[in-house]
């Protein structure tokens, strides 16, 4: 999967600076909340996430090109700790908190339908490697007292991810338009070959340069 990410890269990449004096590159970066849906129990959370693209024509009505997200949530954590001392009925409890992080990098093809004079619409299918770790640390608290510190980090081992978002934009000019997303569709997919498909309610705000 690893490979094919590459290539595809390889030829995005080719596509954007190969291209004629007709063609166009877009820019278009955004930033919101956006919704762990790897974790169901965290529905009422929105953690940051920042996404960058560039792009150019493919056709009359497509963009092709490369796509960068990175999704961050801090959640505060708290119970018994997974380690109990060997002796004594008092437990030993944790307090910290755990961190969320999501980085993918891939490609996308995106395809404009125009809705009115300044507004468009246009879904975007992607294929993406995708890195998703989890990070908790915190203090350790034996009856009322300190007990030190721990961390753990668990990485899930996702290997990639397909899905296709629904996004509009309000054209200010013929080079600047603010984009908008608050759809999306996305299956990730385990090193095991186990799928993990989910509708998600993310809330992004960009701008698209194109020169």
């Known amino acids: 999967m690893k490979i094919v990410l590459v ?28 919704r762990v849906t790897t974790d169901p129990n965290n529905i009422n959370n929105t953690p940051f996430m920042f996404e960058g693209k560039i792009g150019t024509d493919i056709g009359k009505h497509g963009i092709i090109g490369l796509q960068f997200s990175r999704v961050h949530q801090n959640t505060m954590v708290s119970g018994m700790f997974w380690q109990q001392p060997v002796a004594g ?30 507004v468009d619409l246009f879904p975007s299918a992607y294929i993406q490697y995708l890195d998703f ?4 640390k915190g203090n350790l608290i034996f009856v009322t007292d300190s007990s030190g ?3 753990r980090k668990t990485f899930n081992n996702y290997s990639a991810r397909v899905g296709i978002n629904f996004n509009m934009q309000y054209k200010l000019g013929k080079s600047f338009a603010i984009t908008m997303r608050l759809l999306q569709i996305d299956c990730k997919i385990w090193d095991e ?12 705000l960009g701008v698209k340069f194109s020169y």
Request: aromatic fraction near 14%.
């Open 193 to 204: 070959s186990r799928k993990n498909i989910s509708g998600e309610l993310p809330f992004l």
């Open 149 to 151: 510190t721990y961390e």
């Open 133 to 136: 770790k989890e990070v908790e």
């Open 7 to 34: 290539f595809l890269g390889l030829c995005v990449v080719n596509a954007i600076f190969a291209q004629t004096a007709e063609k166009r590159v877009y820019i278009n970066p955004s930033f919101g909340g956006y």
């Open 89 to 118: 009925p008092v437990s030993l409890n944790r307090y910290g908190k755990l961190t969320h992080q999501i980085t993918a990098l891939g490609v996308f093809y995106e395809r404009i339908f125009q809705l009115g004079k300044r």
